[in-house]
């Protein structure tokens, strides 16, 4: 079955500095590969989705995620943070066969410091 | 656009009692979703629909059902509530043509008291 695993439920950086969230998936390649945003008291929005095209992935708001199949990972960066970005994040991984069916991971939680 | 909008935003229910919450979902998708958030356990899917009719299900016990209109708006029903169906109820539209690319309502805070 498939499972994704994000590493490290917090994470804080100061203002200005790299953002790395971490997240692997289990062997086999899902059809899809998400990252999501919560923001307090609302649902999730979709930031960015992989498909087979390219390995480096642009969202929305300077995120991107590059897909490794060797290292089955799929992590998320963006080269400078914003007090803005301080939200929880979702890695998801779609299931073969079962639409709408999302896998998530358990969520980093981003804090900025100014 | 107008996106996928959950009613109501919170609910008090004591244990036992039922519950309906609706979704209605992004003009022109067809597919809706349901998850369940919890901080322990995290985002787990319940069932999807699709031109009225379940397409996938979860691994949650038949108390929970749920059901889709011509319209493409869905209710989901939580029968015999226990204390641990307390969680955030989200429900997500699609085109429900593979794609994937789930958009998800504010969801509905549910306690069960």
């Known amino acids: 079955a498939q499972s994704v695993t994000q590493l490290g439920s917090h994470v804080s950086v100061s203002e200005g500095a790299l953002v790395l969230l971490r997240c692997n998936y289990s062997?086999?390649?899902?059809?899809?590969l998400f990252w999501y945003v919560q923001y307090p008291n609302q649902g999730l929005q979709l930031l960015l989705k992989y498909t087979s095209a390219a390995t480096l992935v642009k969202g929305i708001n300077g995120f991107e995620a590059e897909f490794k199949k060797s290292e089955t990972s799929f992590h998320l960066t963006k080269p400078s943070a914003h007090m803005s970005d301080a939200a929880e994040y979702f890695c998801a991984v779609s299931v073969w066969g079962s639409q709408g069916n999302l896998i998530f991971g358990k969520g980093t939680k981003l804090s900025v410091k100014p | 656009k107008a996106g996928v909008t959950q009613t109501p935003r919170y609910l008090i229910k004591t244990r036992g009692q039922q519950v309906t919450l609706s979704c209605s979902p992004i003009s022109g998708h067809r597919s809706v979703s349901w998850y369940q958030q919890t901080p322990g356990q995290g985002l787990q899917f319940l069932f999807e629909?699709?031109?009225?009719?379940?397409?996938n299900k979860g691994n949650f016990p038949g108390r929970f059902s749920g059901r889709q209109f011509s319209n493409s708006r869905s209710e989901m029903n939580v029968s015999t509530l226990e204390l641990g169906d307390s969680a955030l109820y989200l429900c997500?539209?699609?085109?429900?043509?593979?794609?994937?690319?789930?958009?998800f309502g504010s969801g509905t805070q549910l306690s069960v008291l």
């Open positions: 062997s086999s390649v899902p059809p899809y």
């Open positions: 629909y699709f031109s009225e009719t379940q397409r």
């Open positions: 997500a539209s699609s085109t429900g043509r593979g794609d994937e690319k789930l958009f």
